[in-house]
């Protein structure tokens, strides 16, 4: 009999204990800090996007006292690609907050779906509790009955007791979680407002940008006609971009040079550390010594410039019905393979003669005003923004002394520094910088010089 009600005592003292069990403490969020290598990938790109804005300067210092008619566009078009190019972030934003709510309402679902469950169990928990009913230890022992089933009696009430616990420490941590998820959903539906309210904002002001421009252009149509018909005026838009392309050549080829300087350094600490180590186990390995090898660390091959070779003008027109593709290797060895960037007729061809006098370095691509301009090969964006002649224009770097060159755009939708790959837009067609017509030009250069676009790219 000791022995029965040391157990009785025991079980319902345990008993007590579960009912009183505190719910878990909730995890807390750590941040990761920066890596080295992002820091220093964000330390290029603002170097980078410096001298690039510093390039900028100097070449509207320089134009200052040669405006042309087209100059007076220059701030609205400016403006035009701003607007819009906000106007996609907001979108991207907008997409991305949409999706997140989306996710809580997902979340918060499954949590109520749990929930109903967690309760149904506790409920049938319950009622087995309410049956058994609370009996008193001290009372069962006097009635007399069998102690081994009371012992039963006892566990599976405390086995109950302790299932509801743990049941009820569960449901409270899903109800604090389905209210942080509303709050949560709560903010993102705020901030979703507020960027709707602001693409907005940003849209009726681009329309009223859009009509001060068409207003301006209409004033000094003529004019900007009479200027582009005007040789000297041709040369001195092309020999504009030669010299953009030309300094922008030297920052990249710096930033080259800096680069493999920086990966030199890096290889001989490899190799220095490599000696270190393998002197290290020659000293540990003296009792048994054994026959060295020397070992040599084979030097990069060099690689000979892809030079491009003459060209011959070609004056049939001929329809551009694909787009750019994303791509992998160098962009040399895309040779014939690269689509352009723009669907449209191809109307100026590289090297046939154009209206005002010289012959096209690039290709004119006609197109409607807002079609998107895809980049033709995985790349960077080492300038974006408006010129004199060509509008707002891009440039994009693909590496080995490759460069694209993206004019007349109504809009740029990257920023100096910004990666791109092969088919994705980066900017949308238009007739910036007082062309007539809509459409893009584009040019491809290779150590600084033009090379035909229709020898590297495919119309079938």
Not at 297 to 308: D, M
Not at 321 to 347: C, H, I, M, T, W
């Amino acid at each position: 009999m000791t022995r029965t009600a040391a157990l009785i005592a025991a079980v319902f003292f345990c008993s007590q204990l579960v009912e009183a069990k505190p719910p878990g403490a909730a995890q807390k969020n750590t941040t990761n800090p920066q890596s080295p290598e992002i820091a220093e990938k964000q330390a290029d790109l603002g170097e980078l996007r410096g001298r690039i804005e510093s390039l900028r300067k100097d070449l509207n210092a320089s134009e200052e006292n040669k405006a042309g008619a087209a100059d007076r566009l220059r701030e609205s078009e400016r403006k035009i690609s701003q607007l819009q190019r906000e106007l996609l972030e907001f979108s991207e934003q907008r997409g991305q907050l949409q999706k997140n709510l989306k996710n809580l309402e997902q979340q918060s679902q499954e949590l109520s779906a749990t929930l109903g469950q967690q309760q149904v169990q506790l409920e049938k928990l319950l009622y087995k509790q309410y049956l058994r009913g609370t009996p008193d230890s001290l009372q069962l022992l006097l009635n007399g009955d069998d102690p081994n089933q009371i012992a039963r009696d006892l566990y599976y009430l405390s086995a109950i007791a302790l299932t509801r616990a743990e049941l009820m420490g569960e449901i409270n941590a899903n109800l604090d979680k389905k209210k942080a998820l509303a709050a949560d959903a709560k903010e993102r539906s705020a901030e979703l407002a507020e960027v709707e309210a602001e693409q907005q904002k940003r849209h009726a002001e681009l329309q009223k940008q859009r009509e001060e421009r068409k207003s301006l252009y209409a004033q000094v149509s003529d004019k900007v006609n009479s200027q582009r018909k005007e040789i000297g005026n041709l040369q001195q838009n092309e020999k504009r971009l030669t010299e953009l392309i030309d300094r922008v050549s030297k920052i990249l080829a710096a930033q080259a040079a800096q680069a493999a300087k920086a990966a030199r350094a890096a290889e001989v600490a490899r190799v220095a550390e490599a000696a270190r180590q393998a002197e290290l186990a020659k000293q540990k390995a003296k009792p048994r010594p054994a026959p060295t090898e020397k070992e040599t660390t084979p030097s990069a091959p060099i690689r000979e410039p892809i030079r491009a070779k003459p060209v011959e003008a070609e004056t049939r027109q001929a329809e551009n019905r694909y787009e750019p593709v994303a791509s992998d290797g160098s962009f040399g060895r895309q040779k014939g393979n690269l689509r352009l960037p723009v669907r449209g007729s191809v109307a100026g061809r590289f090297g046939s003669p154009r209206e005002g006098g010289g012959t096209w370095r690039g290709l004119f691509i006609k197109a409607g005003i807002g079609s998107e301009v895809k980049a033709v090969a995985n790349g960077r964006v080492v300038f974006a923004e408006w010129m004199r002649g060509f509008g707002n224009i891009l440039i994009v770097d693909h590496g080995d002394a490759y460069l694209s060159i993206y004019g007349y755009n109504d809009s740029l939708l990257k920023q100096v520094g910004q990666a791109v790959k092969g088919g994705e837009t980066v900017a949308t067609v238009g007739n910036s910088g007082g062309n007539p017509d809509s459409g893009l030009y584009f040019e491809l250069r290779h150590q600084g010089q033009p090379i035909d676009p229709m020898k590297w790219a495919s119309l079938k």
